[in-house]
Each structure stands twice: as C-alpha cells, then as structure tokens.
Nanobody, 126 residues
Framework: QTRLVESGGSLVQPGGSLRLSCTSSGGDLYYFSVAWFRQAPGKEREGVSATNTDGRTYYSDSVKGRFTASRDNAKNTVTLQMSSLKAEDTGIYYC????????????????????WGQGTQVTVSS
C-alpha cells in the first residue's frame, strides 16, 4: 500500500525560501499525478500544485512564479521549492497522489487525490 511522507516544513521569515519533499514508500508513483495541498487554520484545504508523470506542473494563481514542483520518478519523490514566501503561505502542507493513473492535471481538488501524507507545518513569520 502506498504511503506518502512529507518533510521540510519549518519556520521561515517573509521573503525566505523552503523546500518540501514528498516521498512514497510501498507504492510506485510513476503513473500518477502528485499534488501539494495546504490548509491554514480555520480554512479549507486548497490545491497548490499538481505534477504529472512527465514533470509538467499546474500551479494555483496564489503560488505561480514563486513555487516550483519537480519529481524524481526513480526515487518516488516530489519536491516543492518555495521562494518569496509570504505570511499567507502559512499552513500545513500535504502531498497526495491522483486516484486515477495518467489523469490530466489542473488545479488539484482534494476529492481527486488519495494516500495523503501526515502533513508538514510551514510557518512564515518574522
């Protein structure tokens, strides 16, 4: 059974950078899109990015130009490089894989994804 594990969350100052990783254990992500979501206190979980099998990525408008997702299929890992961080980027970041293999990417919706990780906390504050 696939299990995804996020890491790399931390406290960072506004304008800073952070790199998150999502690694799969027990399952091959190759044929699935992998998405990053985040959830701020009191808010719904929102899609941040979705990366398909060949590395193409869709980004939400709120992070476009600041975040870059990439994947290493050999290592079953997807990373999210975040730069120019803002206070509104604060939240718990989760990764998940698409329920359907080879699904087209777009703004990721939580109901379309499964095998959620436990999340990693990102706090942007001075």
């Amino acid at each position: 059974q696939t299990r995804l594990v996020e890491s790399g969350g931390s406290l960072v100052q506004p304008g800073g950078s952070l790199r998150l990783s999502c690694t799969s254990s027990g399952g091959d992500l190759y044929y699935f899109s992998v998405a990053w979501f985040r959830q701020a206190p009191g808010k719904e979980r929102e899609g941040v990015s979705a990366t398909n099998t060949d590395g193409r990525t869709y980004y939400s408008d709120s992070v476009k130009g600041r975040f870059t997702a990439s994947r290493d299929n050999a290592k079953n890992t997807v990373t999210l490089q975040m730069s120019s961080l803002k206070a509104e980027d604060t939240g718990i970041y989760y990764c998940a894989r698409s329920k359907i293999p080879l699904a087209p990417i777009g703004l990721p919706r939580p109901n379309d994804y499964t095998d959620w990780g436990q999340g990693t906390q990102v706090t942007v504050s001075s």
